[in-house]
């Protein structure tokens, strides 16, 4: 898909590979905020999760584990998030299936507060 910025990564979003297999690439961008962070995405096209293969699946659960070692070991965070987001109201903004691994920290201000935190307020109710 020539306009897809996570299928050209390499030359649109500053992300480099850190840890891959055959169907999916863990990609980082250094940053600031969310140390250690970083997508996991399929090395094919694919618009959201709900595309995977099977393999793509299996793969992406195998370096979902191997990224969370070495994030333990390099970070030492207290726990993660791990997520998807799907289509644009879902908060999907690159249309490419990529899962965010961030490491979680007890010092954070927003410790203790997970993906539903934001979901489940109140200002979220539909109108």
């Known amino acids: 898909m020539e306009q897809c910025s996570l299928c050209h990564f390499y030359e649109y979003t500053g992300q480099k590979v850190v840890y891959e297999n055959e169907y999916c690439l863990f990609l980082q961008m250094p940053q600031e905020v969310l140390i250690g962070s970083g997508l996991i995405i399929p090395k094919e096209h694919r618009q959201t999760v709900f595309d995977l293969t099977g393999a793509e699946w299996k793969a992406t659960y195998d370096l979902l584990r191997e990224v969370k070692r070495k994030l333990d070991e390099e970070y030492h965070p207290d726990g993660y998030n791990v997520g998807w987001n799907c289509e644009e109201v879902g908060g999907q ?35």
Not at 104 to 125: C, F, H, M, Q, V
């Open 93 to 127: 903004s690159i249309p490419h299936a990529h899962m965010h691994v961030i490491p979680r920290y007890k010092d954070e201000p927003y410790a203790g507060k997970g993906i539903r935190y934001w979901l489940k307020s109140r200002e979220n109710t539909r109108i």
